[in-house]
């Protein structure tokens, strides 16, 4: 009888052992599971790879996109489906390339008198260096040399010696009063500002930086009189 039960033990099946967990290679998605518990909607990911352009990242899929690199790591999948363990083929997406616009040179249509630039005082890489075009003088006569007429000054108008006034000078912008004006008391930049390829900067001192706010500290460079009435 003994015998019997050992033979009947011996032939029955030895149960299966359990899968090993395994993490799923889908983009989007890196969650572990096993072959027993992979239901079909478990997984959820990106079915296409992501894009990188001017420092914005998007996926392809669905069009979400982030500046910031953890946030967009964070944007969820679009799809879902089962994990797997077959790493996905994803091409590389390329970027839509923009038109080519043809850039204005200062030989075109656009003068000194139409740039923005020139227009607000500012140094223009395009402009600074071209002379303004003369216009001549209408004679009757080709011989005759044409006489300048010596400039008249406006007239000065009376000024409060008390009365607070602020100051044009670029770089100052401070309130004085005329009477406490002397030839140190305003601290400026008596160059243009340059604005080009992102780079900003004050002609007079040679100083240029990227950002915004460090162009504002940059420091006067020139002492003098503060004026109410620079240009």
């Known amino acids: 009888m003994s015998t019997e039960a050992e033979t009947t033990s011996a032939a029955a099946p030895a149960p299966a052992p359990a899968s090993a967990p395994a993490r799923c290679q889908r983009i989007g998605c890196d969650a572990t599971f096993t072959d027993d518990n992979n239901p079909d909607g478990s997984c959820q990911y990106h079915p296409s790879g992501p894009m990188f352009h001017d420092g914005m990242k998007q996926w392809s899929c669905c069009k979400q996109k982030s500046h910031d690199f953890s946030l967009f790591l964070a944007i969820p999948g679009c799809k879902t489906g089962k994990h797997t363990t077959e790493k996905p083929i994803t091409k590389a997406v390329p970027t839509k390339p923009s038109k080519a616009v043809p850039v204005q040179t200062s030989k075109q249509s656009v003068g000194a008198d139409t740039c923005s630039r020139c227009r607000q005082g500012f140094f223009c890489s395009d402009h600074g260096s071209q002379p303004k075009a003369q216009i001549p003088t209408a004679t ?12 008249v000054p406006p007239p000065k108008k009376k000024i409060d010696l008390n009365e607070p006034r602020v100051c044009k000078n670029k770089g100052c912008g401070k309130t004085y009063k005329e009477k406490d004006n002397h030839d140190e008391a305003c601290d400026y930049h008596p160059g243009p500002a340059v604005f080009h390829d992102r780079i900003r900067g004050w002609k007079c ?4 930086v990227k950002e915004f706010d460090e162009f504002m500290e940059i420091p006067p460079c020139t002492k ?3 004026n109410a009435d620079a240009a």
């Open 140 to 151: 009757s006569d080709t011989n005759m040399v044409p006489v300048e007429k010596p400039a």
């Open 205 to 208: 001192c040679d100083i240029h």
């Open 224 to 226: 003098g009189w503060h």
